[in-house]
C-alpha cells in the first residue's frame, strides 16, 4: 500500500463576514503563484479567486465568510497565505479586522496498491465486520467520517476509489480547529500549526484507518 500526499490547504474562517469583496490587485494575482501566463483572477460564484488554468491548485478565494488557500506542499502553502494577508490588510472593508472564529488544515491522499478493487477494500475495511447483509455482493463507494481529535478539534473525512484506478483511494482531511484567533497568523506560526496538524492527524486518524 502506498500513501501520496497530493496537496494541502489552509481555511480561515473570519468571526466577523466581509462587508464588501475585496478587489484584489491585478499584478499581485498574476505574479502570486510564479505563473502570470497561466493565472486567472476575478469575482466567481465562491468568491474572489485567484486560480490557475485547468489546475485544482494552487487556488485562492477569498468571500464574506473565509479565505481558502491550497498549495502542493507546505512551503507554498506559507507563502501565498502570508501574501494574500498583506494584500487583503492593504484593502478598506468597513467593521472587518481579520480575525477568526475558528480555522482548517486540510489534506488530499491518494492511497494505492490495496490488493483488490477500492470498492471491495472499503467495504472489507470499514462495513464488513459490523454488517451482515444476505447476499454475495458487496462494495462500499463512498464514506463520509467525522472523528473528534479533541474537544476543540474534529477530523472530518471522505473516502472514495480513486477515478482511473482500480485499486487506489482518494481521502479528503478536513481538520477543523474550533479557536478564535486575532488575525490570520504570521509565517512561523502557520508552518508550525500545519506541522502539527499533519502529525496529530497521521497519528490519531490516517495510521489507525489506513495502515495495513
Not at 491550497?70 to 507563502?79: M, T
Request: with cysteine.
Amino acid at each position: 500500500m502506498e500513501k501520496k500526499d497530493m496537496c494541502l490547504s489552509y481555511v480561515a474562517v473570519w468571526s466577523q463576514p466581509m462587508t464588501i469583496m475585496p478587489q484584489m490587485d491585478a499584478k499581485f494575482c498574476r505574479e502570486l503563484f510564479g505563473m502570470p501566463y497561466e493565472t486567472v483572477n476575478g469575482l466567481m460564484p465562491d468568491g474572489y479567486t485567484i486560480a490557475v488554468n485547468n489546475k485544482p491548485y494552487p487556488l485562492v478565494v477569498i468571500n464574506p465568510a473565509k479565505l481558502i488557500v491550497k498549495a502542493q506542499n507546505i512551503d507554498s502553502l506559507v507563502k501565498y497565505v502570508e501574501a494574500v494577508k498583506a494584500e487583503i490588510e492593504k484593502v478598506e472593508i468597513p467593521n472587518f479586522n481579520m480575525s477568526l472564529s475558528a480555522y482548517g488544515i486540510n489534506f488530499e491522499k491518494e492511497i494505492l496498491g490495496l490488493g483488490e478493487n477500492a470498492e471491495v477494500w472499503m467495504w472489507n475495511r470499514f462495513i464488513k465486520n459490523n454488517v451482515h447483509p444476505d447476499s454475495n455482493f458487496h462494495l462500499c463507494g463512498k464514506l463520509t467520517l467525522r472523528i473528534g481529535v479533541d474537544e476543540n478539534q474534529v477530523a472530518n473525512i471522505d473516502v472514495e476509489p480513486r477515478m482511473g484506478v482500480d485499486d487506489g483511494i482518494f481521502v479528503n482531511i478536513n481538520h477543523h480547529h474550533n479557536q478564535n484567533m486575532d488575525s490570520i497568523p504570521n509565517a512561523a506560526q502557520l508552518r508550525e500549526m500545519i506541522e502539527a496538524s499533519i502529525s496529530r492527524i497521521e497519528a490519531q486518524v490516517v495510521n489507525k484507518l489506513f495502515d495495513e
